[in-house]
Nanobody
Framework: QVQLVESGGGLVQAGGSLRLSCAASGRPVSILVNGWYRQTPGKSRDVVAVISSDGSTSYADSVKGRFTVSRDNAKNTVYLQINSLRPEDTAVYYC?????????WGQGTQVTVSS
């Protein structure tokens, strides 16, 4: 019922910034929570940032102060602003949406940070 498409990843130097986007489409449903996750080869997919329908947010300790999650309801899009990028931020970043009837994942977007 919900399709998610991430964009905005790329190759950047340490200290740079990126803004990732997650656009939702499909049959209209209520999205209760959006989350951003990241995964590197051989490791689990870990939550990075979460935003609820009331606008409240939470972040992993490793990204607090550098990452900001936001939502534009008019555009059905969730964003992840990433500042002060570090090489250890290199990963595939995934968008997630939780609805009353299920959860959905995007295809991921690669973020690579060079030192």
């Amino acid at each position: 019922q919900v399709q998610l498409v991430e964009s905005g990843g790329g190759l950047v130097q340490a200290g740079g910034s990126l803004r990732l986007s997650c656009a939702a489409s499909g049959r209209p449903v209520s999205i209760l929570v959006n989350g951003w996750y990241r995964q590197t080869p051989g490791k689990s997919r870990d939550v990075v940032a979460v935003i609820s329908s009331d606008g409240s947010t939470s972040y992993a300790d490793s990204v607090k102060g550098r990452f900001t999650v936001s939502r534009d309801n008019a555009k059905n899009t969730v964003y992840l602003q990433i500042n002060s990028l570090r090489p250890e931020d290199t990963a595939v970043y995934y968008c997630n949406a939780v609805t009353p009837t299920g959860s959905y994942w995007g295809q991921g977007t690669q973020v690579t940070v060079s030192s």
